[in-house]
């Protein structure tokens, strides 16, 4: 099996869920501890060794955050229009129609409702499988009717983002989105609703410089890559080498950007608690 | 500074220099028929090659390095212009100006991303692109202007946010997003306008209005050709077609509902005319903040939040 012989950076997000023959275990990429799915379940999919967290979507963290079975969804079938009919090496209604093939969603976000312990939340989670969790205008018009069911129900809102950034092949309607999410949670902040903001691994570029920057609180998960230019890009730019732990979770609660680091395992209960107390 | 000719504008100034000539040996020969032909050349074909640009052509008109940028529009539109710096929090980001200023009777504040025009001047201004405490600066004017209910006139002219280390220590990503929040529920009417260029988070950092204007020969995108061809195509070769397919300039937008209003500039650029581009954006501005004026705050907020709520597509 040559891929145990990859060295860690070559996993990318598919490698790190290559199953080992019988389709059951997976390698943690961190500590290279081989974990039964069911044990990694139990374990909100997090190394049972290492605590490495392994990056999950919208199914898995409907599970660890809301209560079992509270969800309902809305918008579910929203799905992008390629306003610009745009082409690369590839059509981008075809990246969609493939993506929404492979992934078995529409688009990059899930949003609806559910419950945290029987207190009834407004709810949005991105998935990063679904193009590289880009917001396009899909994302934004999603997010934007979220916080309206928040504003109308007067309930709290929790966005979960991971995220590459905005999706370039819807041009600058894309970059709008920013724009159409930041306004909407102004409104929501002027009726002292409370949102918080979870930022997972990797939550970067137009996401994090509007909604998920926004929280009345914001969340990280440990050692979730959050920024605003991807390192590669800043790299190239300053022609060094970035200095160990830049652009992590615990780097921007050193610097004043997150509140609060939290381990996926006390997710759900951190959330309850800060809604008991904002709410 | 050397005059900067781009490529597709070669067959003009050859023509130019050939009339030139021409009409320094006009005195001793008889060719004004000839000169006057070669007039006529030169203004259809400035007109041929002007009104059909690429997109791409349009993105180097709108880098073109004699271009006014913000001081240079302020200086020539308003009277008693009063810079104001810093952010009071951590220091004076030159890459984004702003101040009081009055154009015609209004009394606004005029906040825009500043680039500088040779080496030494570009490294003072970071080539315009800003750091966090340039869009908390802009933050604090623009919460400045409302406190004393002014107006506010944003200029946008960017290659991008910085995307350096400090920068992100910082929080560039807040920053950002702070001002998209904070901006969308100002009590005041805002104008924006794309006078160069519009890359990206960088440039909408001060991009929410009520009134989005872009100059005839600028670019507004949610990324550069060159980035985008680097990341879709793996290579940077394919900027001409990232520019086509990313439809970014000014009639782009206004058919994407983006923009509301296309600014003329002088034919061939604002750089060719720096007064006259002046003086048609001045008086857009006035007639556009006379509109608002006249809008209720409340009011204004609302509108502002249904405009950009308003921007996408989608099915369902
Ligand atoms: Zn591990």
């Known amino acids: ?279 | 500074m050397a005059k900067t000719i781009l490529d597709f504008e070669k067959p003009i100034y050859e023509l130019e220099e050939k009339l030139a000539e021409m009409k320094k040996v006009s005195d001793n020969l008889d060719i004004a028929g000839e000169i006057k032909i070669i007039e006529d050349k030169v203004e259809t074909l400035k007109e041929s090659i002007y009104k059909g640009l690429t997109r791409w052509q349009r993105v180097q008109l709108a880098r073109h390095p004699e271009r006014p940028y913000t001081l240079d529009y302020i200086y020539m539109m308003t009277q008693n212009f009063l810079e104001l710096h810093g952010d009071r929090t951590f220091g004076d980001d030159k890459a984004i100006v702003g101040g009081f200023a009055k154009i015609d009777d209004h009394k606004v504040m005029i906040i825009g991303h500043q680039k500088g025009r040779d080496t030494k001047s570009n490294l003072f201004r970071n080539f315009g692109m800003p750091n966090p405490e340039g869009y908390r600066k802009a933050l604090r004017l623009m919460k400045l202007a409302e406190k004393f209910h002014r107006p506010i006139i944003t200029m946008i002219d960017t290659p991008g946010a910085y995307p350096g280390l400090e920068a992100e220590e910082r929080g560039q990503a807040e920053a950002i997003a702070r001002n998209l929040l904070e901006m969308s529920r100002l009590k005041v009417p805002i104008v924006v306008v794309i006078v160069g260029e519009g890359a990206s988070g960088g440039a909408l950092g001060i991009g929410i209005g009520d009134r989005i204007l872009m100059l005839e020969n600028t670019w507004y995108s949610v990324i550069s050709p060159e980035s985008c061809s680097s990341i879709l195509w793996r290579s940077w070769e394919y900027k001409e077609q990232a520019a086509e397919a990313l439809r970014l300039t000014a009639p782009d937008l206004l058919e994407q509902k983006v923009i509301d209003r296309i600014v003329p500039e002088p034919l061939g650029g604002a750089h060719k005319d720096q007064e006259l581009a002046a003086s048609i954006l001045k008086k857009v501005l006035i007639e556009e903040l006379q509109q608002l004026e006249k809008i209720k705050p409340e009011k204004l907020v609302d509108m502002r939040l249904e405009k950009f709520g308003k921007m996408g597509a989608w099915i369902e």
């Open chain 1, 1 to 279: 099996m040559s891929w145990f012989k990859r060295s860690k950076k070559n996993f990318s997000d598919d490698t790190q869920k290559m199953d080992l023959p019988d389709g059951m275990w997976m390698k943690c990429p961190e500590c290279d501890e081989i974990i039964h799915k069911k044990q990694l379940e139990s374990n909100l999919w997090t190394c049972v060794k290492c605590s490495y967290h392994f990056r999950i979507g919208s199914e898995e963290y409907i599970k660890v955050i809301l209560d079992e079975g509270s969800f309902k969804e809305i918008n579910k079938k929203m799905r992008s229009a390629d306003p610009l009919e745009f082409s690369d090496t590839k059509k981008y209604s075809l990246r969609v129609n493939d993506a929404i093939k492979k992934t078995e969603l529409y688009d990059a976000i899930r949003t609806g409702t559910g419950t945290i312990n029987g207190k009834e939340i407004s709810f949005g989670c991105m998935d990063f499988k679904f193009i590289g969790g880009s917001m396009g205008s899909v994302v934004g018009e999603k997010i934007a009717r979220l916080i309206d069911k928040s504003i109308k129900s007067k309930i709290p809102l929790v966005l979960i983002s991971s995220s590459g950034g905005a999706r370039m092949m819807e041009g600058v309607l894309s970059l709008m989105q920013m724009a159409k999410t930041s306004a909407r949670l102004a409104k929501l902040a002027d009726l002292g609703i409370p949102y918080i903001s979870i930022l997972t691994d990797p939550t970067t570029g137009g996401i994090t410089a509007s909604y998920a920057m926004l929280g009345d609180v914001n969340i990280a998960e440990p050692k979730a890559l959050i920024g605003f230019a991807g390192p590669r890009v800043i790299k190239q730019t300053i022609g060094k080498d970035l200095p160990k732990g830049f652009q992590t979770a615990e780097f921007l609660q050193e610097h004043g950007f997150i509140d609060r680091v939290v381990s996926r395992k006390e997710l759900k209960n951190t959330l309850f608690t800060l809604l008991e107390f904002l709410n």
